[in-house]
């Protein structure tokens, strides 16, 4: 079974800058969700989508980050303009969601890892 | 609001030792607990999750307890190996959502 794929690896970008990751979950998967993890903490939801409707985005900052899952399928999470405070890695994940029978467990991709300069 | 702890930050130890990982959580109304295993520059890797109603799980050396009355977990580690170095993560999910809120993850290094 695929994993959860995330692309680009890395971006290094200059502040201001516009940058978007691309995530693709586990078939199958109705839920998928948008982490952000700065260096030395815990990872951050930022967005959680159930199909292609979006359940949780109380913590996005919709002033500079947006994200989409067209089609229910794959996603993209987009930062314009972006802050030095925006270096981190972005982790999307993925389960089956609530509706179906589901443990509750995430399965995580390995992540798009941001510098900002 | 969910908190969850994690103490140590960091821990070393000598291979072969068995050690316990502690994790701490303020809200015990949670729909499961789940911890991850996370290697340098890598995603994270789900090693076991406990259900509301459950007490332990186990996974080969690994065995994680679920206290909700007192708002704990740990992870128990059986004869550690060098390979076993990584940053262990705990979460617990609410439930509101399958929401997951996690700690900030002990550091452990496995000496040779």
């Known amino acids: 079974e695929a994993g959860v794929a995330q692309s680009p690896r890395y971006k290094i970008i200059e502040k201001r800058q516009s940058v978007a990751f691309w995530c693709n979950p586990i078939?199958?998967?109705?839920?998928l969700y948008w982490y952000q993890q700065i260096l030395g903490q815990g990872p951050k939801l930022l967005i959680q989508?159930?199909?292609?409707?979006?359940?949780?985005d109380s913590q996005l900052p919709k002033d500079r980050f947006s994200a989409e899952r067209l089609k229910g399928v794959d996603s993209t999470l987009k930062i314009q303009p972006a802050k030095l405070e925006d270096s981190a890695v972005y982790l999307c994940?993925?389960?089956?969601?609530?509706?179906?029978?589901?443990?509750?467990?995430?399965?995580f991709g390995e992540g798009s890892r941001l510098t900002v300069l | 609001k969910q908190e969850v702890t994690q103490i140590p930050a960091a821990l070393s130890v000598p291979e072969g030792e068995n050690l316990v990982l502690n994790c701490s959580f303020t809200?015990?109304?949670?729909?499961?607990l789940q911890w991850f295993r996370q290697d340098p520059g890598k995603g994270l890797t789900s090693l076991l999750l406990i259900q509301s109603s459950q007490r332990e799980q186990t996974s080969g050396r690994l065995n994680a307890s679920l206290d909700k009355s007192s708002g704990r977990s740990t992870l128990y580690i059986a004869a550690s190996q060098p390979g076993d170095s990584a940053t262990y993560l705990c979460a617990v999910d609410t439930g509101a959502n399958s929401k997951l809120t996690f700690g900030k993850g002990i550091t452990l290094s496995v000496r040779p």
């Open positions: 078939s199958g998967h109705a839920t």
């Open positions: 989508f159930q199909n292609n409707g979006v359940v949780d």
């Open positions: 809200d015990s109304a949670i729909y499961n």
């Open positions: 994940a993925s389960s089956l969601g609530w509706l179906a029978v589901n443990t509750g467990e995430l399965f």
